[in-house]
């Protein structure tokens, strides 16, 4: 794929919204000049939020999509995907609504990517997440043997800040409406790697993006952080990564074996240091529980 002169004109934006907050306006400006178009795709919000979301939009010419029901995250970003295409874009940047895009941060991801030996194979181009209470670098599983002075290949990454390969997306089906939400990003990923597709981070652009309510603790000698998760999203977690450890056990062990010890770390952490941490175990418990019924989708109310 040839990224051509004017990296802008290639790109369409989605950002997926669920009750944001009302740093939602300066997100959208701080990405508008970067892309062609953006459309907000919102998965339930009230009717005085989604207000809020229009006009937040209508400021910087992004279009609304309201789905009146929260769809998932997975559906949102197809609905987003399914425009790009029809329109003819070459790239979908995929952003969560707390997401703040840097200045030109799309056009040197772009640089770094055309640089890169085998651009036709790059699905998904990411920055280097940052949270931005803490402003610590969050980590990324990847492959040390290929990295180079201005990017390492990952395994998978998280789906907001990227540039996703309109094209390749299509190809491999798009993101998976079944996972709902959490683990979303990481099973498209490794699908698109399951069809010889590759995952490039740009190593020198940085994104500030929040993951949960992270917080820091001392633990002995080391400090811990804790992302503070809700018991349904500690549920949704739970039960997607397992189903993705035993779909890629055989071809993606080095993943595997790097989420499962990212599991035990989160475990540890919940149970030190985060509040309701007995219902979230149950929540958990869950999780894994309905991966081994082959359950999917959103999380069923108690009847």
Not at 174 to 199: K, P, W
Not at 200 to 222: D, I
Not at 262 to 276: P, R
Not at 288 to 295: I, K, M, N, W
Request: hydrophobic share 45%; proline share 3%; glycine share 8%.
């Amino acid at each position: 794929m040839n990224v051509g002169v004017d990296p802008r004109s290639q790109i369409c934006a989605v950002v997926v919204t669920y009750f944001p907050k009302s740093e939602l306006a300066a997100n959208l400006s701080a990405l508008a000049p970067q892309v062609a178009r953006i459309i907000v795709i919102d998965n339930g919000s009230d009717d005085r939020t989604l207000a809020f979301i229009e006009a937040a939009a209508g400021s910087v010419g992004a279009t609304v999509v309201a789905l009146r029901r929260n769809s998932g995250v997975a559906h949102a970003l197809n609905v987003g995907l399914d425009f790009a295409r029809r329109n003819g874009f070459r790239w979908l940047a995929t952003f969560d609504q707390d997401s703040s895009a840097a200045e030109s941060m799309f056009a040197d991801m772009l640089q770094v990517a055309q640089h890169y030996p085998s651009l036709e194979r790059v699905a998904v181009v990411a920055p280097m997440h940052v949270d931005q209470r803490l402003g610590i670098g969050l980590q990324q599983s990847h492959d040390p043997a290929k990295t180079g002075r201005d990017y390492r290949l990952l395994y998978s990454t998280m789906t907001s800040g990227n540039l996703v390969a309109v094209e390749a997306a299509a190809a491999v089906g798009g993101f998976d409406d079944s996972m709902f939400i959490d683990y979303v990003d990481h099973e498209f990923c490794l699908r698109l790697r399951h069809h010889h597709y590759q995952i490039l981070e740009a190593r020198n652009v940085r994104l500030l993006h929040s993951l949960g309510a992270m917080t820091s603790h001392r633990l002995l000698w080391k400090r811990m952080s804790v992302t503070n998760h809700p018991g349904n999203r500690r549920y949704y977690m739970t039960r997607n990564r397992s189903l993705l450890w035993v779909r890629y056990w055989g071809s993606e062990g080095a993943w595997v074996r790097s989420d499962l010890w990212g599991f035990i770390v989160e475990l540890t952490g919940m149970m030190l240091f985060e509040a309701d941490r007995v219902a979230k175990l149950v929540m958990i418990c869950k999780g894994f529980l309905d991966a081994l019924r082959g359950v999917s989708g959103p999380l069923k109310s108690p009847t």
